[in-house]
């Protein structure tokens, strides 16, 4: 265990006026917190182990307490735990292994791992999925994807250990990630050497199975997610099995309602959908999920309309009942969860700016020899530390000028909290200042480009563009390329896209260039401006104007059609540019941006599932399903003295020609497990791959409807739900204008950062006395 002391003694300095004293007669208030008034005094006594590493430490102490200070503030910023070694190395250490370089190298590693899936064998390197056109893919020879594994292993075992020494082995016990760590990588090492002891043609690599947990241990809100879900599964137990009994007292009920008697001809209900228990569970399963209706009750409904009853009363109940209601109790645990988690991580930040003042407020004790615990540090001091810790640029600049603003050269620890409260502020860009013109006649120019309405009428003409195209479009929409006129279309868009170069000349006129750029909507408008200009001055060059016939018989690189409708589909597409200037588009937008921002934590656990059922998939169903052996067998089917190789019964995998989703390959695996997600004809592959290999199929399918379809679409909506009201209501209470709403950055703690509860200065100064390695004791 690490045993380097906080505090080291050494010779004293006149240096009090650097550090701010208290008195104990000055402390008379034993009720007074760390967010109630003044902090309380303590008195901490330092323990530390004579060593060699101790003398060391002692020679530069200075230099340590910066560098602790240094860290734990950045473990603040991160929402990382503070409990790791803090000697100097270690430190060092440290600060490297979280440095950028390291941490995209590591990632670019489990890129790797997980990406080695689309080539190794099944290879998915083919153009077409589609088992009756695709050609034998290129298979890696034995030995390649293997060396990339190993390498990819090397890393992880240098990754754990680094992470294992840092901590230290007190916290390695408790720390069961790391644990699991080890053992994943020790059974995919021993995996790989079945592999090449087999040559490669092992049936079965488990290790495939296990890639996912690189990418799911190497994230801390990533972990807290799938905890939060761990912990809601039981929540919602209690509906499951009310659906599961829903569906089981249906299922009874439909068996007994639809066997019209011994003799089963003509009741096709019975045929297609109840003559046994597992299709009356598969077809009523399915229908909760509304795949299959109304084609499920429709041989019923066509002999009796009141019928319709029970399918009617099941969707009520079953669809727009429980599953909402599941949908409702997800949002409502998980959320709860959720904000325990994210509590935790507020602790963490909190703990870590504590233990960085309390270092520095140990230095000051040092320099100045005395036995008394500093309660206020210097100014300077402050500033020096924050100018070496890695922060975004805008938030380090906030911090220091908030803490120039204390006049009297001493930060107390509420102070000192309080500067860090930058963090959790909305963060908007500022955009630089217009240029200066000197002539009244520019000046009033520069308003009038400048001003709203400006871009306002710069939206209408984009409209009208539009509107254009779209009537060229249904003129022309039953003539054949070959008769398209593009003259007309093609000298109202060189009108238009001239207004577009004109406007951004005028912006940046008005704005300046740095002033135009530093909005996203104009570097958008931009970009696409220039390149509609490119292609017209390319269309002018190639084809002159006006625009002659389109010549079928004329080979160009890029036909004259072809650049039209290419510069068409830009215009459409800069349309867009009208987002941010629609209130609620645009808080639809920025909801968007920041769920692809800042949740990448769900998506990283929707693609740990995904590639684990496909992995699972592909081990389970490769090559399960055939291609027909004569295509024209199909179509003549209804001939007389015909052969065919099999029925396609409609609305079957093989009538609809679902050939392309199979489990043949990795990349086909991962679309096939998205249309099933989707659920709209889900239950066509679950009866095709029940035919192909067994019933029991079904299971995998049913599996990955209730973890996809109903916990993580349910989940992703009620994150949705979170991350829009919480804007909402931010924007109808905020002075914050509409446009710098859109550019506001939010994270998953500001979300619920007005239900947290700060931690108490006990709560923070017991948490230091038990940390490992800084021996701190009261």
């Not at 902090?39 to 182990?49: D, E, L, N, Q, V």
């Not at 990406?115 to 020879?141: G, N, Q």
Request: net charge neutral; proline share 3%.
């Amino acid at each position: 265990m690490e045993t380097d002391p906080l505090l080291v003694s050494s010779p004293q300095k006149n240096t009090s006026a650097c550090c701010g004293l208290v008195d104990n007669s000055s402390c008379s208030n034993p009720d007074s917190g760390y967010y109630g008034g003044t902090p309380r005094c303590r008195k901490f006594s330092y323990t530390a182990t004579q060593s060699a590493a101790y003398t060391m430490i002692q020679e530069d102490d200075g230099d340590l307490y910066m560098q602790q200070a240094t860290v734990f503030l950045e473990d603040a910023v991160q929402y990382r735990s503070i409990n790791h070694r803090v000697d100097s190395k270690s430190l060092r250490l440290y600060r490297w292994y979280y440095s950028k370089v390291c941490q995209w190298g590591l990632g670019a590693t489990i890129f790797v791992i997980l990406a080695v899936a689309f080539v190794e064998k099944p290879s998915s390197l083919t153009m077409a999925s589609d088992i009756r056109y695709r050609v034998a893919p290129w298979e890696p020879p034995c030995g390649l994807t293997e060396s990339i594994e190993m390498v990819c292993f090397l890393i992880f075992v240098a990754d754990v250990s680094v992470k294992s020494y840092l901590i230290g082995w007190e916290e390695f016990r408790k720390n069961k990630w790391l644990i699991a760590y080890i053992f994943v990588i020790a059974f995919s090492i021993l995996d790989w050497m079945v592999s090449l002891g087999l040559h490669c043609e092992e049936a079965v690599r488990i290790r495939r199975l296990l890639r996912p947990f690189f990418l799911l241990q190497n994230s801390s809100l990533m972990k807290k997610t799938l905890k939060c879900i761990k912990r809601t599964v039981p929540e919602i137990t209690s509906v499951m099995l009310l659906l599961a009994v829903h569906l089981c007292l249906f299922t009874m009920f439909g068996m007994l309602l639809f066997a019209w008697g011994k003799d089963s001809n003509g009741n096709a209900e019975w045929q297609a959908y109840f003559s046994n228990l597992p299709d009356s569970l598969t077809s009523l399963l399915v229908l909760l999920t509304t795949a299959n209706n109304p084609d499920v009750m429709i041989p019923a409904y066509s002999k009796n309309r009141f019928y319709c009853i029970f399918f009617i009363l099941f969707c009520g109940f079953g669809t727009y009942l429980l599953m909402n209601l599941l949908t409702a109790i997800i949002y409502n645990q998980f959320r709860g969860y959720l904000l325990i988690s994210i509590q935790t991580s507020l602790l963490r930040r909190r703990l870590g700016i504590r233990a960085g003042f309390e270092v520095m407020c140990s230095q000051c004790q040092s320099m100045t020899g005395i036995n008394e615990h500093v309660e206020n540090v210097n100014t300077e001091m402050v500033l020096k530390i924050l100018q070496g810790v890695h922060i975004k640029p805008f938030y380090k600049e906030a911090i220091i000028q908030k803490a120039q603003q204390y006049a009297d050269g001493s930060i107390s620890a509420n102070q000192f909290q309080k500067l860090f409260d930058e963090l959790d502020k909305d963060t908007i860009k500022q955009h630089p200042p217009k240029p200066e013109y000197q002539r009244v006649f520019l000046q009033k120019l520069q308003f009038i480009f400048s001003h709203q309405y400006f871009s306002l009428a710069g939206n209408v003409v984009a409209l009208a563009n539009i509107i254009c195209i779209c009537a060229a479009l249904v003129i022309e929409a039953d003539k054949a390329v070959s008769e398209h006129y593009d003259y007309f279309l093609g000298a109202i868009n060189c009108f238009f896209i001239v207004y577009y170069l004109l406007e951004m000349i005028l912006k940046i006129f008005a704005f300046g260039f740095k002033g135009y750029v530093s909005r996203s909507s104009n570097i958008f408008d931009g970009f696409v401006t220039v390149l509609l200009l490119c292609l017209q001055i390319t269309i002018f060059a190639m084809y002159s104007f006006p625009h002659p016939r389109w010549d079928p018989d004329v080979k160009e690189l890029m036909s004259l059609w072809e650049m039209v409708r290419l510069v068409n589909i830009l215009i459409v597409f800069r349309f867009l540019r009208i987002i941010p200037n629609i209130k609620l588009m645009s808080l639809v937008a920025s909801t968007l941006h920041d769920l692809v921002k800042n949740l990448r934590a769900f998506a990283g656990i929707l693609v740990v599932v995904y590639y684990a059922f496909a992995v699972l998939g592909v081990m389970l169903f490769e090559g399960v399903i055939t291609a027909p052996g004569n295509m024209s067998a199909v179509v003549n089917s209804s001939a007389p003295n015909t052969t065919v190789n099999y029925t396609a019964t409609c609305g079957t995998y093989e009538q609809l020609e679902y050939w392309p989703n199979n489990f043949d390959d990795f990349a086909a695996t991962l679309v096939l497990l998205y249309n099933i997600m989707v659920v709209n004809n889900w239950q066509v592959f679950m009866d095709a791959f029940a035919r192909y290999s067994t019933p029991w199929s079904k299971l995998y399918f049913v599996a990955w409807w209730l973890t996809s379809s109903v916990m993580w679409v349910n989940l992703f909506v009620a994150l949705i739900l979170e991350n829009f009201i919480h804007k909402w209501d931010r924007i109808h209470h905020s002075s914050i204008s509409d446009e710098d709403q859109a550019e506001c950055q939010m994270t998953v703690q500001s979300m619920f950062r007005e239900f947290l509860q700060e931690p108490t200065e006990e709560e923070l100064l017991s948490k230091l006395e038990q940390h490992p390695h800084l021996n701190i004791k009261r």
